[in-house]
């Protein structure tokens, strides 16, 4: 089974981990390090996993090292790992999970030859939900690809893209689900200001999300049908969805979506 190392064992990291696990790969095949001793104590008592002493540690006889630290910390934990992934006997895989740090940047901090895949994951990989893009670097053969890819099947869906196209993958699915939150916390807003509880208003509100995205991943959904389908002539969802675009709500979403796709190449560009 494959050895993976997982560094960071914060949000991503965690959710990563637990997908795992859950999906049945073996404890005893996953190291982690963080500096926090608490994280990866409760990552040691909630999963089985090895806790190493710091990351080059981790990455000892590992296949896969994925780097799941903030983007500023990418640079720092390469040079850190960098003679222990030479030193392997195999050719370990670098996965990063960091927003904006570019392949151009991860590559030269590796030794040549090695494989470098870049990801963009979302944290409902927590609960098997995720979403991520991969786009692989030069060294990264179909093969590791898929080896990749099979992990990250674990905890969600895989989409191959180019990583000219990570920036728009980061504004749709690596920053989406603070969307959906931001939204369903609107909507509780609204149900208490319409008389109903926050309890009441969260447990409707979050119900409701959890039921149309069933219905928009059965093959063949189409939001707009979707849509038509509950919208009766002059009914009430017809009312509600166009005071929605007369409030402005999709050029909200395109603008939304553009500020976090150039945040996102900006951070590319000062890495
Ligand atoms: N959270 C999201 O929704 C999301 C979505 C898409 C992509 N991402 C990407 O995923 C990456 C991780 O994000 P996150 O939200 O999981 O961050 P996080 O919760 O801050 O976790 C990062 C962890 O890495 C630890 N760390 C720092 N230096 C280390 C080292 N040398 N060795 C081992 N561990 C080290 C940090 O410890 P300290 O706190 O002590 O520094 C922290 O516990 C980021 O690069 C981000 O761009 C996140």
């Known amino acids: 089974m494959t050895r993976i190392a997982v560094i960071g064992g914060g949000k991503i990291g965690t959710a990563l981990i637990g997908g795992l696990?859950?999906?049945?790969?073996?404890?005893?095949?996953?190291?982690?390090?963080?500096?926090?001793?608490?994280?990866?104590?409760?990552?040691?008592?909630?999963?089985?996993?090895?806790?190493?002493?710091?990351?080059?540690?981790a990455v000892e006889n590992a296949d896969v090292v994925f780097l799941c630290v903030k983007p500023h910390q990418v640079v720092g934990v390469l040079e850190e790992i960098a003679d222990t992934l030479d030193d392997s006997d195999g050719n370990p895989v670098v996965v990063s999970m960091a927003a904006g740090i570019t392949l151009a940047t991860l590559e030269p901090a590796v030794g040549a030859g090695t494989p470098v895949v870049r990801v963009m994951p979302n944290t409902p990989m927590l609960v098997g939900r995720g979403v991520a893009a991969i786009a692989p670097g030069r060294y990264a053969t179909a093969e590791v690809l898929d080896l990749v890819a099979g992990l990250l099947e674990q905890v969600g869906v895989v989409e191959r893209v180019t990583e000219a196209q990570l920036d728009a993958v980061t504004a749709i699915s690596g920053s989406g689900p603070a969307y959906f939150f931001q939204f369903v916390e609107a909507m509780c807003d609204g149900g208490v200001s319409l008389g109903l509880t926050r309890e009441q208003s969260l447990r409707l509100a979050a119900e409701t999300m959890a039921g149309a995205a069933e219905m928009l991943s059965r093959p063949g959904a189409d939001p707009v049908r979707l849509r038509a389908d509950v919208s009766s002539p002059g009914g009430t969802t017809v009312h509600a969805t166009r005071a929605l675009d007369e409030a402005g709500l999709r050029g909200a979403v395109y603008a939304a979506m553009q500020a976090c796709h150039d945040r996102s190449a900006q951070l590319g560009r000062a890495d």
Do not use: T, Y
């Open 21 to 57: 696990i859950d999906g049945g790969h073996a404890p005893d095949r996953v190291s982690v390090a963080d500096p926090a001793q608490e994280a990866i104590a409760r990552l040691r008592g909630d999963f089985g996993v090895v806790a190493a002493e710091d990351a080059p540690h």
